[in-house]
Nanobody, 126 residues
């Protein structure tokens, strides 16, 4: 059973940084690829970044390349999202998601992921 809990959201000024964490209380964390998605008010949820089960592959949306970094610690059942140089347009609820490590769908596809966290709010003020 996978249960994902995000933390680390908050209010930050433009140009600032935040680090989100997503912890899994289950025992099979290393079997899953992990992704971060976000949903801004009035917009559809969008892909942000993903990491393979081993951490060897990462995949970023163009909008966050060079500013965000995903990492994972399988010993701690946790995936992290380091967000630097934040912009007001990064304001959204951020969700982590887990999907089986081998899948035909791309890392950026929501349908690839079977389990979702409850989300954490990130607000970037200008």
């Amino acid at each position: 059973q996978v249960q994902l809990v995000e933390s680390g959201g908050g209010l930050v000024q433009a140009g600032g940084s935040l680090r989100l964490s997503c912890a899994d209380s289950g025992r099979t964390f290393s079997s899953y690829a992990m992704g971060w998605f976000r949903q801004a008010p009035g917009k559809e949820r969008e892909f942000v970044v993903a990491i393979s089960w081993s951490g060897g592959i990462t995949y970023y949306a163009d909008s966050v390349k060079g500013r965000f970094t995903i990492s994972r610690d399988n010993a701690k059942n946790t995936v992290y999202l380091q967000m630097n140089s934040l912009k007001p347009e990064d304001t959204a609820v951020y969700y982590c998601a887990a999907g089986f490590k081998y899948h035909s769908l791309s890392y950026s596809s929501e349908a690839r992921y079977n389990y979702w966290g409850q989300g954490t709010q990130v607000t970037v003020s200008s």
